[in-house]
T-cell receptor, first 109, second 116 residues
């Protein structure tokens, strides 16, 4: 079967760095997405990786290793507004998005 | 980024009535639209995939007669929850893609449906 694994919840301190991991097993691979979702709102796009390596975008970076079925989202200089759920999603060979359950990130002052 | 508008954002309805949710792509043509349902603290669950001008493809376990999907144009898809029951209360989100699958997916704002 297809599955995406990511931690259920993480806690970090304002100003610090946090890494959210995602491992996946899917039928084929056509890219991995990270989304941010605040409670009661729709997800918003953060990043898309299809090749191995690190993609940096401001305070957020995303890494992919296709051979390991692994990705992480790195958040730097954490701000209170970064408290949200972070969803990892993989696009399989049929271009269907397989979603992880999300990681709830709690930022403490 | 592209804009997808979903309406209404919140709706409360009585059991047995029907509710229509609209999803519009405002600045691109959405070849494919996806409808998701999300329960509290759970991930997105794909309900159906719709392509403009053709019948929607429903995921296993999703009743097509209860969740009517219409994708009549390249900018509009609608989801109608028929004969709503309290267990249909959920967060419904649409997602639209312009055809190129290797790009970010654009979500509507979501609709919080409460059936009383």
């Amino acid at each position: 079967g297809q599955n995406i694994d990511q931690p259920t919840e993480m806690t970090a301190t304002e100003g610090a760095i946090v890494q959210i991991n995602c491992t996946y097993q899917t039928s084929g691979f056509n890219g991995l997405f990270w989304y941010q979702q605040h409670a009661g709102e729709a997800p918003t796009f953060l990043s898309y990786n299809v090749l191995d390596g690190l993609e940096e975008k401001g305070r957020f970076s995303s890494f992919l290793s296709r051979s390991k079925g692994y990705s992480y989202l790195l958040l730097k200089e954490l701000q209170m507004k970064d408290s949200a759920s972070y969803l990892c999603a993989v696009q399989d060979s049929n271009y269907q998005l397989i979603w992880g359950a999300g990681t709830k990130l709690i930022i403490k002052p | 980024g592209a804009v997808v508008s979903q309406h209404p954002s919140r709706v409360i309805c009585k059991s047995g009535t029907s509710v229509k949710i609209e999803c519009r792509s405002l600045d691109f043509q959405a070849t494919t639209m996806f409808w998701y349902r999300q329960f509290p603290k759970k991930s997105l669950m794909l309900m159906a995939t719709s392509n403009e001008g053709s019948k929607a493809t429903y995921e296993q376990g999703v009743e097509k007669d209860k969740f009517l999907i219409n994708h009549a144009s390249l900018t509009l898809s609608t989801l109608t929850v028929t004969s709503a029951h309290p267990e249909d209360s959920s967060f419904y989100i649409c997602r639209a893609t312009p055809g190129d699958m290797n790009t970010e997916a654009f979500f509507g704002q979501g609709t919080r449906l409460t059936v009383v």
